[in-house]
Each structure stands twice: as C-alpha cells, then as structure tokens.
C-alpha cells in the first residue's frame, strides 16, 4: 500500500478510534463534574491519577514496544507473532498483580485513607482498561485501525453507560467507579472468548529468553514512560498532599480536563503515524524525514491558533462544567501554553521510540522530571493549582528543548528553525487580536485568522508545491502538507 494511501487510511481510523473515546470521556467526565460538584471531582481525579501513575508499572513500555516489533516483523515477513505477543502478555499480567499490591498498600497510608475505596475501584478500571490497550496495541502493530476503533470504543461506551447508570440512578461517586471498573473487565471476557475460538494460537505463553530480550528492550521505554506519567499527573497528587483542598483540586482538575481535550489532537497523529514510523525509519529514512517535517509543520500550524482561541474563550469554554467552576478559567489561561510545546513533543517522543532510540529519552525524561517535580513542591504550597499549571507549562517546554537536543541527527534539517514562520505570523495574529481581547474577543479571532493566515502566505510557508499536493489530495482525502517531498526551509 502506497505511503499516503496508509497514512490516510490510519489517520481516518485511528482518529475514529480516538475521537471517539477521547470525545465520550471527555462528555461523561463533564457530566460527571457537573452532577457531583468540585468537591467529588476533586476526589475522583485524585483517586484517578493515583491509580494511572501506578498502574504506569504493569506497562513497562510494553504497549509501544509490541506495536513497533509486530509493525517491524509484520514488515519482513516473520512469523511468530502470536508466540511474541503471548510471552508479553504473561508478562503483563504478572506486572498488573504488582500494581494491585501497591495500590492496596497505598490505601493504608495516611495521605490517601481517606480515599481508600475509590483508588481501589479506580485502580481495578486502570488494570482492566491497560489491558484492552494492549490489545489494541497489538493492532496498531497490524495497522487494523478499524478493530482497535471497535474494540476501544466498545470499551468506552460501556464505561460511560455503566457510569451515567450508576451517576442518574442516585448511586454516587462510588456507584461510578464500580460501573467504570466493571465495563472493560466485561469488554476483556468478550475479548477472549472471541479470539480463542478463531485463532487458538493466540494465548499465554511462558518463554523466558523471549520475555528477557523484551524485557530488555521495553525497559529504557518503561522508565521514559513512568518519568513522563509522573510530570504529567503528579501536580493534582502534590496538590492533595501539599494544600489538601479538594474544592481547588475540582477546579484545577476542571481545567485539566478541558487541555486533555485540546491536547488529543496530537495523541491522535501519533497513534495513527507511529506504526509507519516504524516501518519507514530503516527502509525509508528521507520518506521518514519528509513525513516528519510535514507533520510538525501541521503541529505549529495548528498549536498556536488553539492557544489563542482558548486564552480569550477561556470563561466562556469552562461554563461547559457548571456555575461552580468559574475560577477554573484561570487555570486553563494559563494550562493552555502548554499546548503548541506538547503537539511538538508528543510528535518528537513518537519518532525516536518508533527509531528505536528510547534510551535517548532517558536524560531529557529525567531532566522533566526533576524540574517538575521541583517546581511543583516550590510553588504549590505558596500558589496553589496556580503553581502547577506553571511548573506543567515550564516542564513541557524543558523538555521540548532537551529533546530536540538528543534528537537532532534523527529529526529533519533545520528543527525548530524552519517553524520560524509559525511564530512570527502568532506574533502578527496576536498584534491584530489585542486592541480587542476584552471587549469583542470573537470579532478578536475573527480579525486574526486572516492576518495568521495572510503572514504564513506572504512567508512563502504555503508555496506552489503545497498548494498543488493540496490539489491532488482534495475532495476530503487529506491536507497536502501531510504528504512527503516537502522542500527544506
């Protein structure tokens, strides 16, 4: 299949796949909010990012490492895969009994006894919930979008049926969790059923040299992955522990739902774009480059606008939670910087993991963390969620830098300096837009656009060659500038 047929193909599915389970949590999460108050959300959110940071251990990296190695050996034609996948498989299940034991000693401490029972409902929906993202993993790795599309969306819609159950019906937050846990355990069992009597040779299987040379592999890619999941959720954990305040973790929380929803777009890219990264990286390395520069061209071309739509809109965007979260506009102002750094570095971290250089994320992951965390602990206790949305923005640009430091001979010519003209035309929009952010900020976006539009044109970015692919490629196929052959600025 020519490389712009599967690059279409996996954008189309995978943004199905994601669109949909992002989409749907993201409206039971907001109705969840809404029903329960800052409070109860504050519990929840606690009780959830706990549980995803521990339940961190029964990946290992183990979900991108089977995605590459099945794209990989798919691509040379090597058998075997479903004894690879099933020694991956006893590995995890070995991890996820791990993590059920820490989750439970955690509830015996004193900074979360008094949440003991929803982190461990939350942790049983973390464990059953990685599992199906295995799953899904082992798609990916055969570019079958279109099952990973069913399989997590029927997992999605369960847990927002059996949630919203439990929510309308009076049951509570403890209700919710029960009915989020129970969906994908459900979802597993069909799972299992199915494939065992289709393909019999998809099972469990026990082979330690097997699970030693994975293990080897996925550990450089666990530690990045266990560093990244820490920086990105331990601020509402800090939060608890530092200021104990579950009205302001609800607010904060409120704002971090909101940037998870502006954040997908990425995810969405890289999940569809990781499986051919793979593949391209060793026999293709100038179609690897001229993809990846055209993806991080659409990456800038679209951070900065959403930056400032969502820096003026901010009250009106967190009205969505209720009347109890006005204040969560101002940690969404200033969480949204955080959006243009992370469409780059979901999409750098993405190409260095499918080159199979994990272990060069290890000293900018490291770095993140330290400066996070630090931050966090220095400025939490003085300026509460204001503080770490601070330190959240200020790590993420930490580690743009770092990576594009250890990633420079992989990435296209002339990174970051070729985005130059993103900046400037922001630079321009946001000249345009000022005079008018407080009084009329959507005639403010509407008098930006063209002038965003009308710089990135005079800067020669949309050049003849874009705008012919982008021709070609009309008609709901795809935005040309998704195409390789771009010409180095």
Known sequence: MAL??????????????????????FIFTIVVARRLGSESLGVYTTAQNVAYQVTILADLGIHL??????????????????DYVGNLLSLKLTL???VLAVIGALTLTPAFGDIA????????????????????????????????????GAGRMLVILLGAGALFTG???????IGMAAAPMIVLVALIVVLRRRDPSWRVRWHRGTIRTALGHALPLAVVNLMATVYVRIDVTLLKALRGDLHEIGIYSGAVILLNAFGAVALVFSGALFPMFSDLVATRPEAFRSLARDVLRIMAFAGLPLFATVLLLAPWIVSILGRGYAESATALRLLIGDVPILYMNVQLTNMMIAAGRQRALLVPGAVALLVNVGLNLALIPFLGYRGAAIATVTTEAVLFVSVTVVARDLLPGRFPLFLWRYLVAGLAAGAALY??????????????????????WLLGEASAEDLGRLRRLAGARLTGFLTGGARAR
């Open 4 to 25: 712009l047929s599967r690059f279409r193909r996996n954008l189309a599915l995978k943004g199905l796949s994601d669109v949909l389970t992002r989409g749907l949590t």
């Open 96 to 98: 996820t009994t791990l």
């Open 65 to 82: 490492l089977v995605t590459r190695e099945v794209a990989a050996r798919r691509g040379r034609g090597e058998g075997a895969i479903p």
């Open 117 to 152: 029972l929803p982190l461990v409902i939350s942790g049983f929906f973390m464990v059953a919930w990685s599992a199906l993202e295995f799953s899904s993993s082992v798609l990916c790795g055969f570019e079958r979008m279109e099952w990973e599309a069913v399989l997590k």
């Open 171 to 177: 049951r509570g937050l403890i209700g919710v969790l």
């Open 435 to 456: 005079p008018l952010r407080d009084s009329a900020p959507l005639l403010a976006l509407a008098a930006a656009a063209p002038v965003y539009l009308g710089t990135l």
